[in-house]
């Protein structure tokens, strides 16, 4: 903290100290609001069915032959390390831990990493740059300094990045911490998309071979732009799953919707939606399915055993008729096979999860270095 101090021109406060994350709760969460819009007149898959449809013979029939081979999953932890004054304004230090791993099961019985990022960041205010020019070399400079402290070396510990937020006005209800944070996690998301983008260049994702991320794959950059960046996007996501534990079921606004998630029976899956997220500028074919029959257990909530699946619509001719519905019903059975076996007892959202992307958290959680740890390098 005083070299932070030094190189900035602040002073620090050593303020309390706590990690934002220690507190796990026991329900389940929904997700961000992703901001969705449906686009009616075009179809999600090409039958354009409008009932749900039963999967569970289509599962048995593809049964030991798995479509997933790589499961993909990001994780962050968010500390508060100290407060600092910088041009007689007061910002948070925002201190992280960001894990992303993808775990590859090519037999039933092996089931190895394929490849791990582990990183320590900081998350500091603009204003931190003393000319004022935010520039990347200026933290690039100031991590580098800060790795070359003893007690960082004598741990063999180092922070890839010092990340930094906006120190503009605060807009009503809004807080510097959760700048700092999304700062963080948008650093998570890149390492998730490094990732995807390494596995497509070594030709390990095909049709026989599919990736299964955890989470929407409706990144904030995706598509803007950069016809490159577009086409790069559309080819490294061909083969990429997205499959979400919790979700917001009143689809835009529809809680009809809701309702025909809640009800369905197990092993059936909903019609493919066609949706356009104003974030990402790119189409998605998404729709739900129940992967857990619920007749010998006690529901959380009406959506347990329910997951939301995502697929890029990649080609011209998915954008204009939708995902191919027998891909649509492969994509599905192989996610019904893949709920056994279970994480009863080890998780609350166990009847969410499908156990290969269950093993891949636990794997990248595992490397993390304590809170304590962390806390006590400032």
């Known amino acids: 903290m005083d070299l932070l101090a030094e190189q900035t021109g602040g002073k620090c406060y050593t303020s309390y100290q706590y990690c934002y994350d220690a507190t796990e709760n026991p329900s389940i969460k929904y997700e961000e609001i992703q901001d969705y819009k449906l686009?009616?007149?075009?179809?999600?898959?090409?039958d354009n069915i409008k009932t749900i449809k039963?999967?569970?013979?289509?599962?048995?029939?593809?049964?030991?032959?798995p479509l997933f081979k790589y499961f993909l999953d990001g994780s962050r932890r968010i500390y508060k390390v100290d407060d600092i004054e910088i041009n007689k304004k007061v910002f948070p230090i925002i201190g992280g831990q960001i894990?992303?791993?993808?775990?590859?099961?090519?037999?039933?019985?092996?089931?190895?990493?394929?490849?791990?990022?582990?990183?320590?960041?900081?998350?500091?205010?603009?204003?931190?740059?003393?000319?004022?020019?935010?520039?990347?070399?200026?933290?690039?400079?100031?991590?580098?300094?800060?790795n070359n402290l003893s007690k960082l070396q004598q741990f063999n510990l180092k922070f890839s990045k010092l990340l930094s937020y906006s120190s503009k006005k605060l807009e009503p209800n809004e807080k510097f911490e959760d700048r700092g944070t999304a700062k963080i996690q948008d650093e998570m998301i890149e390492?998730?998309?490094?990732?995807?983008?390494?596995?497509?260049?070594?030709?390990?994702?095909?049709?026989?071979?599919?990736?299964?991320?955890?989470?929407?794959?409706?990144?904030?950059?995706?598509?803007?732009?950069?016809?490159?960046?577009?086409?790069?996007?559309?080819?490294?996501?061909?083969c990429v799953v997205g499959v979400s534990k919790s979700f917001n079921p009143a689809l835009d606004g529809n809680t009809k919707n809701a309702s025909v998630i809640a009800k369905l029976p197990p092993y059936?899956?909903?019609?493919?939606?066609?949706y356009y997220g104003s974030r990402s500028q790119?189409?998605?074919?998404?729709?739900?399915?129940?992967?857990?029959?619920?007749?010998?257990?006690?529901?959380?909530?009406?959506?347990?055993?329910?997951?939301?699946?995502?697929?890029?619509?990649?080609?011209?001719?998915?954008?204009?008729?939708?995902?191919?519905?027998?891909?649509?019903?492969?994509?599905?059975?192989?996610?019904?096979n893949e709920r056994n076996p279970v994480a009863y007892g080890n998780?609350?959202?166990?009847?969410?999860?499908?156990?290969?992307?269950?093993?891949?958290?636990?794997?990248v959680k595992s490397q993390y270095i304590s809170d304590l740890h962390f806390l006590n390098l400032f």
């Open 39 to 46: 686009e009616p007149k075009c179809h999600g898959e090409t």
């Open 54 to 65: 039963d999967i569970s013979g289509k599962a048995m029939q593809v049964e030991g032959n």
């Open 99 to 146: 894990g992303v791993a993808c775990c590859e099961r090519q037999t039933p019985a092996t089931f190895k990493r394929a490849v791990l990022e582990h990183n320590l960041v900081l998350s500091l205010p603009s204003e931190a740059d003393k000319d004022g020019r935010n520039s990347e070399q200026f933290f690039n400079a100031v991590a580098q300094k800060i």
């Open 191 to 238: 390492c998730e998309k490094k990732i995807v983008n390494e596995l497509a260049k070594k030709h390990l994702l095909n049709p026989d071979s599919y990736l299964l991320k955890d989470g929407s794959l409706q990144y904030q950059k995706t598509g803007i732009g950069d016809f490159r960046e577009l086409s790069k996007f559309k080819s490294n996501y061909q």
């Open 268 to 274: 059936y899956r909903t019609p493919a939606f066609y």
């Open 282 to 336: 790119h189409p998605f074919s998404i729709w739900y399915v129940r992967i857990r029959d619920f007749k010998n257990y006690r529901r959380d909530s009406p959506f347990s055993g329910i997951v939301k699946v995502e697929k890029v619509l990649v080609t011209d001719d998915e954008i204009e008729n939708g995902l191919s519905s027998d891909e649509v019903d492969l994509i599905s059975a192989n996610l019904i």
């Open 347 to 363: 998780d609350s959202r166990w009847a969410n999860h499908l156990y290969p992307v269950y093993l891949t958290e636990r794997f």
